[in-house]
């Protein structure tokens, strides 16, 4: 059975880091890139980061570029989101979702990716 299950959520001050695990069973992970996700109450998801399936080549948006790494270990099924400098308007539950070979459309449209895990949720609070 397909699964994504993402963990390492939790609540961290202002400038501080965490990493999300991203863990796929029922599939082979590389044979799909990677999205990660994210929505905040009251905001639309936003695409955050993209890895391909062979994790040569990884996408950010600006909200995140230079501060969160994506980065993926195909033995054991696993994608990472590791996010420094995190800020109060990084608080959100994040998703990760597969997204199958070449769709032919932007890593960030949401319809291109066939399955989501259910989200950790993130809280930057001081």
């Known amino acids: 059975q397909v699964q994504l299950v993402e963990s390492g959520g939790g609540l961290v001050q202002p400038g501080g880091s965490l990493r999300l695990s991203c863990a796929a069973s029922?599939?082979?992970?590389?044979?799909?890139?990677v999205g990660w996700f994210r929505q905040a109450p009251g905001k639309a998801r936003e695409a955050i980061s993209y890895?391909?399936?062979?994790?040569?080549?990884?996408y950010y948006g600006d909200s995140v570029n230079g501060r969160f790494t994506i980065s993926r270990d195909n033995a054991k099924n696993t994608v990472y989101l590791q996010m420094n400098s995190l800020k109060f308007e990084d608080t959100a539950v994040y998703y990760c979702?597969?997204?199958?070979?070449?769709?032919?459309?932007?890593?960030?449209?949401?319809?291109?990716?066939?399955?989501w895990g259910q989200g950790t949720r993130v809280t930057v609070s001081s």
């Open positions: 979702a597969r997204r199958p070979t070449s769709r032919g459309r932007s890593w960030t449209v949401d319809d291109t990716y066939d399955y």
């Open positions: 029922g599939f082979t992970l590389s044979s799909y890139g």
């Open positions: 890895i391909t399936s062979s994790g040569l080549t990884t």
